[in-house]
């Protein structure tokens, strides 16, 4: 029988301090992420933003380590879906803007030979940010190879229950036993420029299926929290992002215990152990929240493995 592939894909994150301004300056070289159609304009935007960034960058990494936790969680996940789907299966990922970069990972299965690639986007709602970026950045180093092999794609798996239970888990993991009717949660989604949406990317309307299909579930299970919120995170320039900011929906909660289940990720990485973690923290700690929590996300839990099981076998 010949091999199949699922290939995993994600942003990345740097591996080290050293990868920092790679990371960055690949990030702002993606069309996908500054949508201007002068590449030169995009060249010099992308360059001061990475000037101005990659000290400030580094001091982020620094403090969680030397180094972004997303690649650590990814491995972990793929040996589990490894283990799961058995040597028939090669099970492997590539990131968007760090190693391990596509076209390694291309190279590395085409020398193994398989006939059909499984492309799964590890980014719940679809973006053309993220979710097209990734696919087209493999699609470009598939072609580049000339391989023969089928290319089948998953563009967004929000809907998935599996995934969605992985959720509930790692909500109720960070409720730890305490009233849910204690805590506000608050679903927080990385935050997108508005003219990016007004171009016609359906990620905002992804988002907020999203967090209505998880309300539906909560009340099935029971966790009957005193109110659910949407808000996005992440936002820089001066550019009009997607509303309401986090802050600014922290700001307005007036129960004085909140959970953050950050709904866009499904690997923990900077923006989670970070910006949610540490930064949004003291925000709220000013704000005189008694509890501020951050829920896990999926990472590589079993559910999670489950829900990506069930993905690739509907793929097929």
Same mark, same amino acid.
């Given at each position: ?12 994150? +740097?591996?080290?301090?050293? $990868? =920092?301004?790679?990371?960055?300056? %690949?990030?702002?070289? &993606? *069309?996908?992420? @500054? ?63 760090? +190693?391990?970069?596509?076209? $390694? =990972?291309?190279?590395?299965?085409? %020398?193994?030979?398989? &006939? *059909?690639?499984? @492309? ?197």
């Amino acid at each position: 029988m010949a091999k199949e592939a699922v290939v995993l894909l994600n942003m990345g994150g +740097p591996n080290n301090l050293e $990868e =920092v301004e790679m990371f960055l300056k %690949n990030m702002f070289a &993606d *069309k996908n992420i @500054l949508t201007m159609k002068s590449g030169l304009l995009r060249k010099f935007v992308g360059g001061m933003i990475v000037f101005s960034r990659t000290e400030s960058s580094q001091e982020i990494y620094r403090q969680l380590g030397g180094k972004s936790p997303i690649v650590g969680h990814t491995k972990k996940l793929v040996a589990k879906l490894q283990e799961r789907l058995g040597d028939d299966v090669i099970v492997d990922f590539a990131m968007r803007y760090t +190693p391990p970069f596509s076209c $390694e =990972v291309v190279e590395r299965i085409e %020398n193994a030979g398989v &006939d *059909k690639i499984y @492309l799964i986007p590890l980014y719940p709602q679809y973006s053309t940010t993220t979710t097209k970026s990734s696919l087209e950045d493999f699609e470009e180093c598939y072609h580049k190879k000339n391989g023969k092999a089928l290319l089948v794609e998953k563009k967004h798996f929000f809907e998935n229950e599996k995934y969605n239970q992985a959720i509930l888990e790692r909500i109720k993991e960070s409720v730890a036993g305490d009233d849910y009717r204690d805590f506000d949660i608050i679903f927080s989604a990385h935050g997108l420029p508005k003219k990016i949406v007004d171009a016609g990317d359906v990620y905002e309307k992804h988002v907020e299926r999203h967090v209505e299909i998880l309300k539906e579930m909560m009340v099935k299970e029971g966790m009957d929290f005193h109110e659910t919120h949407l808000a996005y995170q992440s936002k820089v320039g001066r550019m009009e992002w997607l509303t309401p900011s986090l802050e600014d929906k922290l700001a307005t909660v007036r129960n004085r215990g909140v959970v953050i289940f950050p709904v866009a990720f499904t690997i923990d990485n900077s923006e989670t152990d970070f910006e949610l973690d540490v930064e949004y923290r003291e925000i709220a700690e000013e704000l005189g929240f008694k509890e501020y929590r951050v829920a896990k996300c999926p990472n590589d839990s079993e559910l999670f493995v489950d829900a990506l099981q069930e993905i690739y076998e509907k793929m097929k």
